[in-house]
Structures are given as structure tokens and as C-alpha cells.
């Protein structure tokens, strides 16, 4: 027998480490036949190569949480020992997303290669060693900022995804985990807020990381369709445009009433939900392009997107509406039905207040309930929104839409130091469309006084202003 007879065979898997160590594009394309485009390339090259901190500003379709499950699953095949830990700001985004585009790739691994791994919730391992390799899924939130810290291994991959969301404190804790030599930090996600360390990445710390521009415009993944809907919808010059399709970071507008980062953040935020009584936002409108619109808030959470009705006269916006209530569960039924009584709006509340339902009109050119700051009661109830994002504990149910319009209304000052808020006459020279999802989440706030003094009976007959100074 010969002596290359005697030789034992090559492991199989310490074979696929060595062809793919430092090549997991190859292995994106060998092990499951797909071709990555070129920047998913280049991350995964710079990973490869021990770059240690990389951050991925994008539009939305682009294969940016794909291109992170490849290589969380490459790390954990081709690095031991190893932790990987990912975070993500709310638990949809962590799970349903990231944990799950990780969970898809590994059901499309060879057998021999899925069998490795034992795939759990919240984390999954070498199935021959898990203590020693394994990828961790944590939610980052402000009262535990825990989520990356503690990560001390040989090989050290912490991945955050939407990471404009990530409370400071997170990568505060952080810090130490990028201590070993072999660690690596990627921070990817669509820019919606301009501060924080996702920002300061692509700016002032941008020395110290390697940054890529992901914009759709570009991405072969993208339709032409979504990019023209987008522009059709918000505008080209528009924060939602230049976050969801440039890939850019908002413009910081002084005289943006609600902030882009407090209201993109708000669409998906894991919160608890205050168990109030629910208010409805109305805001009417009746033909041409323009929206009859309804919210519905209880306390800090919307119960569901905001709806909206082209085309409907005074009735069927009654219709509409009694529809709404009678499918409505009876303890999640209103308190108010607070409607922008200018216009159609007048007829529908007379009409809902008939039916039994509690309709009350709202007159937003009114002068303010309290103080002399706004020039009228919408100015008021908008900074009244804008105070209820800025808590940071409230959920608006992945209303993108409405989180666009709102983010879009500006304000101006008159001479006598009185806050204004443009008119909607003024948004539609600006080429947008009426805010009329705004307004209708807007006028939900018109009930919170009523409600907090009255305990949730509200005396539908009266003016609201003349309710708000009586218990003042």
C-alpha cells in the first residue's frame, strides 16, 4: 500500500473553511448559486479582511438585510470560536426581519451544512459547540442597553441593523466588545435621523469607518415602478424620498414642526401600550384629489393605520364612518370623534351626533385653548403631536405615509412672535398633496384635555374651546 494510501481524508468541513475563509462572495455563489451585486461584494471582501467597522446607509430594497445574513451565516461557518450578536431597535425589525432572512438562507444550505447548526428563537449554534459559536439575537432598547456588551470571543461579529434607531446608550455598552483583535461592527439601515453614531459614521467619525451608499436609483434590485410611485407620492425633494430611495439622511429643516427622526422612529417602536380611552381623528374632504381621512389613537399607540376615502359626499362619509364604529369592539369604541367642522365637516358631525355617535366638531382656525404662542388651535394641536413623538414611547402602527405628511408640515413665525402653520394651499404650491392623514391624527389631540378632566364623558353639544377654558 502506498504512503499516499495511508494519508487520512480532509475533513469535509475543514475543506469548505478553507475555500471560503476569505472569500464569502465565492461561497454566496457556490453554496447557494446566487450572484451578489457589487457593494454586497465589497462588504463582505471588507469583512473578510478584518475591517473593523463598517457602516451601510440605504434605500429601502436593496438587499442590505440580505447581505447581512449571508455573512452572519459565513462568519459562523467559517470562524471558531466565534459570537455573533445582532441587534435591531424594535423586535419586528430584529425578528421578523434580520432573524428571519438568517433563518431563510440557512433552510437553503446543503444538508451536510444545515446540520451543523442548530437554529432556535432568539439564537442559534454549532450544534457541536454551543457555548463556543453561536449567533445571538437582542433587542436594543434605552432601559437595557446591554445588547452588545459583554461579547468577548476570539472572532467578534456585532451586527445593528436600522441602526439610526439604536438608543446611544446600546453602543455606549457596547465599546467593549470591540476590544478582541478579530471583531467586527457593521451598522446598516435607512438614515433617518441626523445625529447619533449611525450618523456621526458617515460624518464626523467617517475616518474611523468604512461607509458605503446604497441608494435604489442605483440597485438593480429595485423597479423602476417603486422609485416613480415614491416620487409621485412625497416629492423628489422630500425626507421620505431622499431616506427611502437616495438613501440619504433628511435635511434638517428649522421649520419642520415634527422631526423625520421622531416620527420614522415611532412607526415600528416596541412600546406598552397605555390603556386609555381611544379618540378618533376626522378630517373630511369631498371630491378631487383630496382625502376623507380617520385615526384612531388610544393614548400612546394608534390601534391601526390610518384610513382614507376618495370621492365621498356627506353622507357616505357617515357611512364610512358608523361603519368603522359598529365593527369596532365595544371597549375599543371612542370616547371622541373629534371632526375638522370647516366645510363638509359641519354636516357630518350634526349628522353622527344624530345617529348617537360622539361626533364634535372642531374648528382649527380658532384661536388656541391655552396661551397666546399659536396663531390658531391646528398650530397648537401639531406641537401637541410633536410633544407626544418627542416622549419617545409611542407606536403609530407602520404608518409610513402618515409619518411622511407629518414630517413635512412646516411652520413660520408671524411678526407679533405667534407660531403659524402653512396652509394647505401653501403645501400644494409646494407640489405636495394635501396632509390630510396629518390632519386627521392631529385633530385626535383635540380630545386629550376634554377626556383627562372628564374621565372619558364628553359633553358632545358644546364648543370645544369652551370646554377646554372651563376647566382650566
Known amino acids: 500500500m502506498s ?57 429601502h430594497g436593496v438587499g442590505k ?144 469607518w468604512k461607509t458605503y451608499h446604497v441608494s435604489c436609483v442605483d440597485s438593480p434590485r429595485v423597479t423602476p415602478k417603486f422609485i416613480e410611485e415614491m ?34 422612529s415611532a412607526l415600528l417602536r416596541d412600546v406598552q401600550p397605555i390603556f386609555v380611552a381611544p379618540v378618533w381623528g376626522l378630517d373630511c374632504a369631498r371630491f378631487g384629489s383630496d382625502r376623507t381621512a380617520l385615526t384612531k389613537r388610544r393614548g400612546n399607540v394608534l390601534q391601526e393605520r390610518t384610513k382614507f376615502w376618495r370621492g365621498l359626499d356627506t353622507m357616505q362619509i357617515v357611512g364610512a364612518v358608523v361603519n368603522e364604529w359598529e365593527i369596532t369592539p365595544f371597549q375599543d369604541r371612542p370616547v371622541d370623534i373629534c371632526v375638522d367642522s370647516i366645510g363638509i365637516g359641519a354636516g357630518v358631525v350634526d349628522r353622527l351626533r344624530e345617529l348617537g355617535l360622539p361626533a364634535r366638531g372642531i374648528n382649527v382656525s380658532e384661536s388656541p385653548a391655552f396661551g397666546n404662542r399659536f396663531a390658531n388651535l391646528r398650530a397648537e394641536l401639531l406641537f401637541k403631536a410633536r410633544d407626544w413623538f418627542a ?42 398633496r394635501s396632509p390630510d392623514l396629518a390632519d386627521s391624527f392631529v385633530l385626535t389631540f383635540a380630545s386629550d384635555p376634554i377626556t383627562a378632566q372628564s374621565g372619558g364623558t364628553s359633553n358632545w353639544s358644546k364648543p370645544l374651546k369652551r370646554i377646554i377654558k372651563g376647566i382650566v
Request: charged share 30%; with cysteine.
Open 65 to 208: 438585510t440580505t447581505t447581512l445574513a449571508w455573512l452572519i451565516i459565513w462568519f459562523i461557518l467559517t470562524r471558531y470560536p466565534q459570537r455573533t450578536v445582532c441587534t435591531a431597535p424594535t423586535s419586528s425589525q430584529l425578528f421578523d426581519a434580520l432573524a428571519a432572512e438568517v433563518k431563510r438562507w440557512i433552510g437553503l444550505l446543503p444538508e451536510n451544512l444545515r446540520a451543523l447548526l442548530d437554529v432556535k428563537t432568539d439564537h442559534i449554534t454549532l450544534a457541536y459547540d454551543p457555548a463556543g459559536s453561536f449567533i445571538s439575537f437582542r433587542t436594543s432598547r434605552p432601559e437595557t442597553p446591554e445588547a452588545m456588551a459583554g461579547v468577548h470571543a476570539e472572532n467578534v461579529l456585532l451586527v445593528v441593523d436600522e441602526a439610526s434607531g439604536v438608543p446611544e446608550q446600546v453602543f455606549e455598552a457596547g465599546a467593549g466588545s470591540m476590544s478582541g483583535e478579530n471583531a467586527t461592527t457593521i451598522l446598516a439601515g435607512n438614515p433617518v435621523r441626523t445625529s447619533g453614531t449611525f450618523y456621526d459614521s458617515h460624518h464626523r467619525l467617517r475616518d474611523s
Open 391 to 432: 416622549a419617545r414611547d409611542v407606536n403609530i402602527a407602520g404608518d409610513a405615509e402618515l409619518a411622511a405628511e407629518l414630517t413635512d408640515i412646516r411652520y413660520k413665525f408671524r411678526s407679533n412672535g405667534k407660531i403659524q402653520i402653512e396652509s394647505k394651499d401653501d403645501i400644494r404650491k409646494r407640489g405636495k
Open 231 to 264: 416620487k409621485e407620492k412625497y416629492g423628489e425633494d422630500s425626507n421620505a424620498y431622499r431616506v427611502r430611495v437616495l438613501g440619504e439622511f433628511p435635511k434638517g429643516d428649522d421649520d419642520t414642526v415634527i422631526p423625520m427622526e421622531l416620527a420614522e
Open 3 to 59: 504512503a499516499e494510501q495511508h494519508q487520512p481524508e480532509q475533513n469535509p468541513f475543514d475543506a469548505f473553511r478553507e475555500r471560503y475563509y476569505w472569500r464569502p462572495g465565492l461561497m454566496v455563489r457556490e453554496v447557494w448559486a446566487v450572484t451578489p451585486d457589487k457593494w454586497q461584494d465589497d462588504v463582505m471582501h471588507d469583512v473578510a479582511m478584518g475591517e473593523r467597522k463598517i457602516s451601510i446607509r440605504s434605500g
